[in-house]
């Protein structure tokens, strides 16, 4: 008998088990009596044991039918629960994602994409990656981690990548410094000012940042490079050991005696970056996801999703409805 025959002779079994008769079962089935009883039969002969005893009134299970229809119904289950969790692990509904991050999580586009995935997607787990973007590109074409967010237009060869937000340039200073009345502050008025930035991540970056910018100026700024994390950044600003630039997200994180001052019209371009053929199907659904926090941020952002909402679908419904009333 092929494998497909064997499992529908456990399941004629079973449901003869549960009605207690051949011609009870197979009207359920939805196939003859005789043909129900000829396969349970053919079972029968193939483990060499009788499983039910035949009466008038019905059937009901030899003892040695007890013990395998039990030991049945818990197999059929656990190929019922291993189809289930197949599929969903399909269609991305459950699993992981590893996300590598260059922005604050404080505020902003990353902030709202990730409390919206932990509400429309509660079987999918983000595992974050803290790193530079240059880091996470190499590591998304080693497939290490599924999709990264990176600053700038690094090179991205083998890659997919997506435009998804912009953070506009903050100016960190103490708040008694002549420059924390102004409403903004231009790179003109950075002329002379020193800074400081760390030596870990970001602090690269904004060091090459600033000398990119007031080099077209021609100026060279003073930089001090402290072996220090953010928080103790922010303290030295505040006492005024020099200025530093931040991204807007972590604008919402406050610190004592420091001010945040946009700077001109500078602006971060924030990316998804992803391999193409990396196949985790939570990955595709992420992405899907990603776009439809973009729209909705450029179009409603002041939307708040129910709790009971679970698929991307609904989200876009929620979007095109406030479009529209728009």
């Known amino acids: 008998?092929?494998?497909?025959?064997?499992?529908?002779?456990?399941?004629?079994?079973?449901?003869?088990?549960?009605?207690?008769?051949?011609?009870?079962?197979?009207?359920?089935?939805?196939?003859?009596?005789?043909?129900?009883?000829?396969?349970?039969?053919?079972?029968?002969?193939e483990i060499g044991v009788s499983l039910f005893v035949r009466h008038h009134g019905g059937v009901h299970l030899t003892q040695a039918g007890e013990r395998f229809i039990c030991q049945v119904r818990a197999a059929l289950n656990q190929i019922r629960y291993a189809t289930t969790d197949a599929g969903t692990m399909g269609r991305g509904e459950c699993g992981a994602v590893?996300?590598?991050?260059?922005?604050?999580?404080?505020?902003?586009?990353?902030?709202?994409l990730f409390n919206t995935h932990h509400e429309v997607e509660p079987g999918v787990r983000l595992d974050l990656v803290d790193g530079i973007s240059a880091m996470h590109v190499?590591?998304?074409?080693?497939?290490?981690i599924?999709?990264?967010?990176?600053?700038?237009?690094?090179?991205?060869?083998?890659?997919?990548?997506?435009?998804?937000?912009?953070?506009?340039?903050?100016?960190?200073?103490?708040?008694?410094?002549?420059?924390?009345?102004?409403d903004a502050i231009s790179w003109d008025e950075l002329r002379g000012q020193a800074f400081i930035v760390s030596e870990t991540e970001p602090g690269p970056e904004i060091h090459d940042y600033l000398l990119k910018h007031l080099s077209d100026l021609g100026y060279r700024p003073?930089?001090?490079?402290?072996?220090?994390?953010?928080?103790?950044?922010?303290?030295?600003?505040?006492?005024?050991?020099?200025?530093?630039?931040?991204?807007?997200?972590?604008?919402?994180?406050?610190?004592a005696g420091i001010v945040y001052r946009p700077l001109d019209a500078s602006e971060l371009p924030f990316n998804a970056v992803w391999c193409p053929r990396n196949d985790n199907p939570a990955l595709r659904r992420f992405l899907s996801l990603a776009r439809a926090v973009k729209r909705r941020r450029q179009h409603a952002p002041a939307i708040a999703f129910p709790r009971s909402e679970r698929n991307i679908s609904q989200i876009d419904h929620h979007i095109e409805g406030s479009c529209g009333a728009n």
């Open 1 to 45: 008998m092929n494998h497909s025959m064997e499992l529908r002779h456990l399941r004629y079994a079973l449901a003869a088990a549960d009605y207690g008769s051949f011609r009870c079962a197979a009207r359920v089935i939805g196939i003859q009596e005789s043909a129900l009883s000829r396969r349970i039969r053919d079972l029968e002969d």
């Open 98 to 112: 590893k996300v590598g991050i260059y922005s604050s999580l404080a505020s902003g586009f990353l902030a709202d």
């Open 138 to 144: 190499m590591a998304v074409r080693r497939h290490h």
């Open 146 to 182: 599924d999709v990264a967010f990176v600053v700038g237009h690094p090179p991205f060869l083998n890659c997919d990548a997506e435009h998804l937000w912009s953070e506009r340039v903050f100016v960190v200073l103490p708040q008694r410094h002549e420059l924390a009345e102004r």
């Open 222 to 255: 003073t930089i001090e490079r402290q072996a220090v994390f953010r928080d103790t950044l922010l303290q030295m600003v505040a006492l005024g050991r020099g200025l530093t630039l931040t991204s807007e997200a972590t604008t919402a994180v406050p610190g």
